[in-house]
């Protein structure tokens, strides 16, 4: 099993807030950048999906569930 990096690691700890949760949704979309120049797709593809996540519980947060 591989070891969680950066967003997904945080994830898991879970962000305490909106704007936590916020910065760690634009340091991933620069990362996608990044690889997709490099041409990584699977990478990119991972990222997507960790992001679409990261969305759902920025929703659930704002909605005062969190």
């Known amino acids: 099993m591989h070891k969680k ?3 997904a ?3 898991h ?3 305490d807030t909106a ?3 916020c910065n760690l949704v634009k340091k991933l ?3 996608s950048r990044a690889r997709r120049t490099r ?3 699977d ?3 991972q990222i ?3 992001t679409a996540r990261v969305e759902k519980t920025r929703v659930w947060l704002r909605s005062g569930q969190g």
């Open 5 to 7: 990096r950066g967003l």
């Open 9 to 11: 690691q945080s994830y």
């Open 13 to 15: 700890k879970g962000a």
């Open 19 to 21: 704007a936590e949760m």
């Open 29 to 31: 979309a620069q990362r």
């Open 39 to 41: 041409g990584d797709e």
């Open 43 to 45: 990478e990119s593809a």
């Open 48 to 50: 997507l999906k960790e």
